[in-house]
């Protein structure tokens, strides 16, 4: 990728580093939104309910000027250009249709974090919670997307904030909550079917930033749309399942399969076009 045209975020809060205690107990409303939010990336949400974590030991000293700090320096750059290049892009789709987008915060967290949705572990991924408006991520998930989920690139890293700010935009749109709502009158079979719609378009909105942010400020390189299609289908719920279990249930999936995956986030790409996200008023999705 090429941010050198890309403006660090001025919203990006970090709180590596910091320690974490778990303040309520586990259960309740707090929960519930907790499994569906860290559902938004495909992760097992009983990682994040493990009441019995009282406090997360996060180490306190860090070895000076060491080659670690130097590459999360990088890495947190990189974070804070990609997403001012979301905010940039998003503004612009915004403005063009009469509206105002309001700026996600993004926070860089180290092994917990609370949030207004609720405590949450780095094993369960990033997410967004649209309570706070905030996306989370620990950066540790990079590695796990090189090594554990086999999608290695700058492009792939990107793709993961631009799907969190994705579903952002899905909550300035109303289309989370309308969503929600649905759900809670849903059986279980229906609300992964409707999750899947969510996440789906939150990978074509993914999409439409790296169309927008290519056409006007050239973000891409060689093999990066490559990087971005093989990170999509990686963590597609088939592939997600295989590995966690070994075999595949399609009526539990919650983000759409491989194939699904590359296809809404290819479609974003390619059109640059928001009514091409339209994943909830078509038919069975292929
Ligand atoms: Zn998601």
Not at 37 to 65: C, I, R
Not at 99 to 116: G, H, M, N, R, W
Not at 227 to 255: C, S, W
Request: net charge negative.
């Amino acid at each position: 990728m090429d941010l050198d045209r890309e403006q660090a975020s001025q919203n990006v809060e970090d709180r590596r580093g910091r320690r974490v205690s778990r303040g309520v107990a586990g259960g309740g409303i707090g929960t519930i939104i907790i499994i569906l939010l860290a559902l938004f990336f495909g992760f097992d949400p009983s990682l994040l309910l493990q009441g019995n974590v009282q406090e997360v030991n996060v180490p306190q000293t860090q070895s000076p000027q060491s080659q670690q700090q130097g590459r999360d320096d990088e890495m947190r750059e990189f974070v804070a250009r990609v997403l001012g290049s979301t905010e940039r892009t998003w503004d612009q789709i915004f403005r063009a249709a009469g509206q105002t987008y309001q700026k996600p915060t993004l926070v860089l967290f180290s092994d917990a974090v609370e949030s207004a949705c609720g405590f949450a572990q780095a094993a369960a991924g990033p997410f967004y919670c649209g309570a706070d408006q905030k996306l989370y991520i620990d950066l540790s998930f990079y590695r796990d997307l090189r090594q554990r989920f086999q999608a290695p690139g700058d492009f792939a890293q990107a793709y993961v904030i631009a799907h969190e700010v994705g579903h952002h935009v899905q909550n300035l749109l109303g289309i989370m909550r309308q969503e929600q709502s649905l759900q809670s009158r849903s059986s279980e079979l229906e609300a992964n079917a409707l999750s899947v719609r969510l996440e789906l378009q939150a990978d074509c909105l993914a999409g439409i930033w790296a169309n927008h942010a290519h056409r006007d400020r050239g973000i891409l390189e060689q093999g990066d749309i490559e990087e971005g299609l093989n990170a999509a289908a990686q963590i597609g719920d088939d592939r997600m399942q295989k590995r966690a279990q070994g075999y595949v249930v399609p009526e539990g999936f919650t983000h759409g399969s491989a194939q699904q995956r590359v296809q809404w986030f290819r479609r974003g790409v390619q059109s640059g076009d928001l009514k091409q996200c339209d994943t909830f008023s078509r038919g069975p999705l292929s």
